[in-house]
């Protein structure tokens, strides 16, 4: 967090570099533990084995949420302080809080992110029994073909929603400035804004927006299971896994890591709130949200129901598939 919120003191891109850079490096310690919790699993009991590892960690869920909302709760504890007006002393103590909300906020994000990798191996295992897919063939075209499209599928979900964010968001700041324009006072505290207005426009915008990327995960499957079959669909699954899983991680390490950068600066470093650091670190901030608690956990979602649409409509693909390579 000290090296990123050090990146800001030359500007938004050195800070964006650098907190790239960090989500990147994070994927390694979470992919080797997956990694190696799937091997002792396959070991011990084969694939039931990797299927108890996946509900072990969901065994979890009640702890796994309670440090997950912990983030949302100081967070807003925040902004009730500054809204309301409360003295410094006070949003000093939540901003600490909210730094370590970020921190909780990408721990129980990782543990999710490790639980649905689990569960989606679990369900592709399940898929190649209900397909009668003994050997899946990494040089045979189909494979490759649903591989490629698999790994290409979590970047279009994820451009989807992080375009909703920006489109909500634009529409929000029409609304704000339109009311500083029309309701007179607002700035010296003499009316009140239209706060149920942009409530309206974010919560319609945020189901509205997501009709294309459910599309998406729904279709895709059942579309390349019947323009090439099985074989291709099976491949689909390995790259949606593969490519999903490792870009959950970075999106939500790397929205933490900017997120605590700027309270680090906050905090009195690097020259303080205000500063032409914390200038730039805001704008990594910013791009960060969409990145952590919108795209990134999202993935989650893709991963479990492309497989799950894979092995429901198993059976009926091995009867409708065009084969067409």
Known sequence: VAEVAAAAKTGAGTNLIS?????????????????????????LAGVYGIALAAVAMLSLTGIIITLDAYGPITDNAGGIAEMSGMAPAVREVTDALDAVGNTTKATTKGFAIAAAALGALALFVAFAEAARLTVINLLDAPVVIGLLIGAMLPFVF?????KAVGNAAFSIVEEVRRQFREIKGIMSGKAKPDYAKCV??????????????????????LVVGILFGVTALAGLLAGVIASGFLLAVFMANTGAVWDNAKKYIECGE?????????????????????????????????????????????????AMAWNLV
């Open 200 to 221: 309206e426009i974010s919560t319609g915008a945020a189901l509205d927006e997501l009709l294309v990327p459910g599309l998406i995960a729904v279709l895709t499957p």
């Open 158 to 162: 994820s451009s989807f929603l992080m």
């Open 19 to 43: 907190g790239m850079a960090v989500g990147f490096q994070s994927t390694v310690p979470i992919v080797l533990i997956v990694v190696a919790a799937i091997a002792l699993s396959f070991k």
């Open 270 to 318: 690097f020259g303080g709130k205000g500063g032409d650091a914390h200038k730039a670190a805001v704008v990594g901030d910013t791009v960060g949200d969409p990145f952590k608690d919108t795209a990134g956990p999202a993935l989650n979602a893709l991963i479990k129901v492309v497989n799950t649409i894979a092995l429901v409509f198993a059976p009926a693909l091995l």
